[in-house]
Every structure is written in structure tokens, then in C-alpha cells.
């Protein structure tokens, strides 16, 4: 998934209970292949942060395959060939995850399926990767091979971004894979993020005479009429039908019980096509929501991200559509495809594993999903674009 | 005003400069009177659970009085007459004060007016008292002057309470009047107040997929419309109009910036008249909101305190608001009105200073309001009802 504003929601998902299942203990036999990999890379913690040991495994493993340049920058890795192919194929993920949820901080195999916090999201990926690095020495592109840190928290720590400012040179390319979990079909570009906090005022009084006052609270009723009546924009891009989306995420307000209370606000949280700007965004909210405020009133852009077009007319990223048999979709979250793209480089999200299981205690990947989505990317390295 | 449930709004009339004024220094000359016993009262602070030296002083200047028999039970302290009258009258105020707001803790003289925490709210009342109790031995009705603890906190602190429970025959009396800042105008009875938080269920999902949960901060909407169009029953009873009131105090819910939530909650104050019962009230509160509510949302009645009526028709409660020349209102917040009412005790509130300044950096009682409150008493107790 994608930094901090994309921290997945918790709890869903609970409710399904995965049994027994086989935990990776000390001395037990670890399954073998790319299963194996991913597996041994779920049983190293990496919650954001603590990336350290598991940069220490990736760099060990890409070390080994002499048609590699590697470089470590903290605790991000990056590894490049340089056959001189005409086009540069940048593939993308993040080694860190999200705290465990609902007691998965362990690996644990059931049948063909592995449970554990990151297995989807995105250790699966991660293993896909680290597999086609290792075993194709000659892609039809130069690949570089990026492993970086900090991507489920704020942008500040983002290893992406460290690396855009610090070394730039590293992440050169025509195009770009995120190895995010889509369920083995591309999902095109990213829609933009934006929140806004609204803090509508009043004034105080006793409860037992509120016409003295006014109150605050009851102010938010026609904003969140307002809000939940939003029907988003659904802009066909690229043959991909983006979905914008508007939710008040956050909601205070009170002074004690017998206070009219003077102020009360709102967390909004928009998600808009990458057809729009942040600023033209915004100016949409400002449109729909204008009537609920008044002159005194508090509107603060907390943070803003642009989105992605899809970009599926690049010739890297239709092979890369071309190879998974499946028609592409909009990717209605945000991830760093925005930032590749704010660098000049179209990107699109494609991984195993179902993004609907990251982040919950269910979180899982199964064998089939992780051959199938190694197969498509051997494909496209193999046969180029 | 009236125990925790009650404490007044903070801020309310901070605006109003009161000027620079005389502090009771040290070594300064306080004013004599019933305004130099003010000041003094006001001089020691007696914030709520700190009420000991403040009883102190009480207790001392009561045992003053031949004709007096003082009780001390904790921090109370409660002084009778015994003349053999046929009537007997409780006359009670709270000896605590709210915390100190906008620096008001010391005393501060401007022209005629004393400035100050409790200065109306309510040692202007208790200065009344004590000077009728040191200067009317022979009043036509047996008299209680009870002084108490608590009534700025929760009712488990309330002072009336305990002695209600320990030592009730200290309260027994025909009719009582609460000596709370009215204005000089008696508040007849008073009215109910409930809390009531309803806590509305939803379901998360990420905000890019909303479809895929229940955002439970918008099902706030129609709630809070129909608690923001709420108009309030106004009966008249007794000659005096309750105006009932529905107030949101509280509002909260939230995950995540990026999850939308599966839980918000509303805290309502229902101020009600003193005809209903506090459960015909909630069930009226019911009515309203049901259509707002799902089968797995929460309901929880969090505290309630039923009303007092009027009791003009007392004679003694008439012969007081006969003393004060003006029309009685009817008194719109709750106070231990309710819980002498409980006792069988008719109850008014009648005392010097206004009770829209209490609780402010602005509280204030003038030498004018302090003598007109001691006039009417003093008829009240001469003449008898």
C-alpha cells in the first residue's frame, strides 16, 4: 500500500479465522522456492523504522549475482544491471510493514497459503523480485531493482523520496513497476490524496439557556448532510474508471456536559482522479462545502499528494498488461506511482496478493498467486516491451 | 449553580475588562458590612474538596450566636433556632467554588462592586445568610442556616446529599430557599437534566474503497439535524414557563486518516421541565431519535437528575416572592432544589448577583444586589408567610 495516509484499515478481516495452520519455528522445515523466500522474508520483523535486517538479507542475496551493480543507501538497496539496453525498467518496493495485527508477527503456513503481517503487503512482491533478480541475468531492459524503506508511515521517512533528493541517479528509468499487492492484474497509475480539516465555530453557554450561544456541534449537521450525499467524479482515463471519494475520517468536538460547546470540526479525506490537480481538488471541496461555513470558520489543508495518470501507452507498461492476460484497472488508493510520475517516470502497481487482506490480521499470499504474478514479470523481462 | 453536572461554561464573558480595581492586599482596609463580609468570604479560597478553612470561619461566626445550636458534620455546618415556631425554614448555600478562571482567584474591589471566583456563585448568598443569622435571633419562623460542601462536583461530593443520608433530621423544614445568584428575583423549582450517549456503528474499509464499509461519522447527519431542529415543550407551571432544551455536548469518532471509521458517538443534555419524570423525558428523547438509530447502535443513559416544581403556592415560598416585589421565573438549570423536592421539601432559589456571570474570569456581586437580597430576606423573616 502506501505511506502513512495509506496505513490500511485495521479490524477488517478479523473475523476469519485461518485454524491451526503450520508456525515456522525454530528447526522446522522451511517450503522451498519462491514460497520458501517469501516465507523466510516474512519471518524477518521489518515494521517501519527497523528495516536494517531485512536490508541486510536483500543486500546479501543481490550480492551474490555478479550481473548486479549494488548500492546501499541506509537502509534502502538498490541494484542495477547495465547491459546497455535501449529502455531502463525500474521495479519498486518497500521493505518495511505495518505493526502486526491480531497476534501475526509470526509466518504461519496453512495447505498453500502463508499468514503473517506483510505477506501481502508486500513481502510477496519483494520475493517475486528477488527471484527474478537472481535468475534473469540478461532482461530485454536494463532493470533496477529498488528495495526501500519507510513507505507505511509519513512521507518524511520515505526511502523512495530520500533517494529522489540524495541520489537520483539511482532511480533513472523509462518506467516503473510498484510490487504492491493488486491481485496479479495492473492497476494503472493512482488516484491523488487530500485532507482538510474544518473547525466551524461557536459560542458558549450553559445548556440549560443555548440561545446565549450558539453551538458548534450542531453546525455539523448540513456539512455532513453535504458529505454524505457526495457523488464522486468517475473519469474514464487510459480505459481505466477512477472513483473519487470523500469521507469525513476524523469528528471532535465538546466542552463538558453542560457547555454549549464554542468549536467543532471535521477531518476530510478526498480522493481525486489524477485529471485533477491537489489545488483544483481542493477548490471542488471548497465548492461543496462552502455553503455549510461561515466567515469565522477554519479550513487547513493538512496534506495533499497528487495522483498518476495511467500511463498504459507506454510500451513498458502495455507489455506489462499484455503479459497478465487480464484487462488493467485504476488504482483507487495512492501509492508512490505519484512520485515516480511527479519525477517523469509512468509507473504502475502490480504485485500478488489481494490488496483487501493488507494490513488486517488475515493478511495472507498463496503459492499460485506468487507464480503467476513471477511468471508475468519473467515474461516481461524475457521478452521485453 | 449546581453540582459537577452544572459547572457553568469557562470563557463565557471573559471579554469584559474589569479594569485595574483594588486588591485586598495585605494590610489593606477591607469595606465594612455586608460587603466587607463578602470580601472576606471571597478572600478564602474554597475551591470544591478544599471547603475546611472557609467551614472554619462559618462555624466560628455562627457559635457567635447565643441563639443558635451549630452542628459541624465533616465540612458542613448547619445552625438552627429552636423557638417553638410552627414553620420551619431551610435556608442552604454552598460553601465551594468552582476553580479560579482568568485569574479572578483574589478579591478585587471596583467602585461598588466586588470581583472574584464564588463572588455571586455563591458567597454573596452566604454572606446574606450570615448576617441575617447573626442579626435576626427572633425570626417568625424557626430557621436552618445550612452551609455545605460540594456542589460545584459530582453529586457523590454534594454536602446536602450526605447530610440527607446521615443526618437528616438536621434538614427536616417546611419549605427551603437555595441561596444561588438570581438576580434578586426568585427561580422557581427547577427543571431535569439527562445525558444520554448514542454511539452509531458503522463499519471500516479504506476511504479509497468506501463501498466496502459504513462510515459512521456520516449517519451522524440526520442526528444532528434532528437534534439542531429540536424545539422544546415550554410549559407554564405555577405561573412560570420551563423551557425545555436539547443540547449536543460532545461529539467524537475517528480511525485513521485513511479508514473510515466504524464507530462515532454523540453526548445530548436534555434539560426538562419539572412535570415529567426523568424517564418520561429520555422516552421523549427517544421518540425523537429513533429514526436516527439502527438496531447495533448504543444507547446509554450516562446520568439524570429529575426536576423540582415550582411550589409557589407554599405560603412561605409566596410571602418570599411577595418580599421581592417581581414576578418569579422559573428557574431552567437543575439545582439541589430537586433533591430537597425529593425529600418533600418545596425549594426556591433566591440569592443576590447574576447567574450569567458565574463561572467566569468576569464574577462579580455589587453592593447594591448584596443589600436588596438582605432586605427581602430579612421581611421574610420578620414578617413570616
Not at 163 to 168: G, K, S
Not at 273 to 280: F, G, I, Q, V
Amino acid at each position: 500500500m502506501t505511506a502513512g495516509a495509506e496505513a490500511g484499515p485495521p479490524g477488517v478481516g478479523d473475523s476469519e479465522d485461518v485454524g491451526p495452520g503450520v508456525g515456522m519455528g525454530a528447526g522446522e522445515a522451511m517450503p522451498h522456492g519462491l514460497f520458501g523466500l517469501t516465507t523466510a522474508l516474512v519471518a524477518i520483523p521489518s515494521v517501519s523504522h527497523v528495516e536494517g535486517p531485512i536490508a541486510d538479507a536483500v543486500e546479501t542475496a543481490l550480492r551474490l549475482c555478479p550481473w548486479l551493480a549494488v548500492e546501499r543507501v541506509g537502509d534502502n538497496v538498490v541494484a542495477r544491471t547495465d547491459l546497455g539496453r535501449r529502455q531502463r525498467l525500474l521495479l519498486a518496493g518497500h521493505l518495511d510493514t505495518v505493526p502486526p495485527v491480531g497476534g501475526n508477527e509470526e509466518p504461519r503456513i496453512v495447505g498453500e497459503t502463508l499468514y503473517g503481517v506483510g505477506s501481502a503487503d508486500m513481502k510477496g512482491g519483494l520475493a517475486v523480485f528477488l527471484h527474478l533478480a537472481g535468475t534473469v541475468p540478461e532482461p530485454a531492459f536494463d532493470v533496477t531493482w529498488c528495495f526501500y524503506v519507510g513507505e507505511e508511515v509519513a512521507q518524511e521517512f520515505n526511502g523512495l523520496r530520500h533517494l529522489w533528493e540524495h541520489r537520483p541517479d539511482l532511480l533513472e528509468a523509462d518506467a516503473a513497476i510498484l510490487g504492491e499487492p493488486t491481485g496479479g492484474v495492473v492497476e494503472a497509475g493512482c488516484q491523488g490524496t487530500l485532507r482538510v480539516r474544518i473547525s466551524l465555530a461557536g459560542s458558549r453557554a450553559h445548556t440549560a439557556r443555548p440561545h446565549t450561544g450558539r453551538n458548534a456541534i450542531h453546525r455539523l449537521a448540513p456539512l455532513l448532510t453535504a458529505v454524505a450525499g457526495y457523488r464522486g467524479r468517475r473519469p474514464v482515463l487510459g480505459g481505466c474508471e477512477y472513483v473519487e471519494q470523500l469521507q469525513v475520517v476524523e469528528v471532535s468536538g465538546g466542552v463538558s456536559g453542560n457547555v454549549v460547546p464554542d468549536e467543532a470540526s471535521v477531518l476530510v479525506n478526498h480522493r481525486f482522479a489524477p485529471d485533477r490537480t491537489s489545488a483544483e481538488a481542493e477548490a471542488s471541496l471548497r465548492e461543496l462545502l462552502g455553503p455549510s461555513l461561515d466567515p469565522g470558520d477554519r479550513w487547513e489543508l493538512t496534506d495533499a499528494a497528487a495522483g498518476a495518470p495511467p500511463s498504459l501507452d507506454h510500451p513498458v507498461l502495455a507489455a506489462l498488461v499484455a503479459a497478465t492476460g487480464t484487462a488493467p484497472v485504476a488504482k483507487q488508493g495512492w501509492t508512490d506511482a505519484s512520485s515516480l510520475w511527479a519525477h517523469g517516470v509512468p509507473a504502475a502497481n502490480f504485485g500478488p496478493g489481494d490488496p483487501l487482506v493488507a494490513h488486517t490480521p488475515d493478511e495472507h499470499v498463496s503459492v499460485g498467486e506468487l507464480e503467476r504474478a513471477a511468471a508475468v514479470l519473467e515474461t516481461l523481462l524475457r521478452v521485453g516491451g
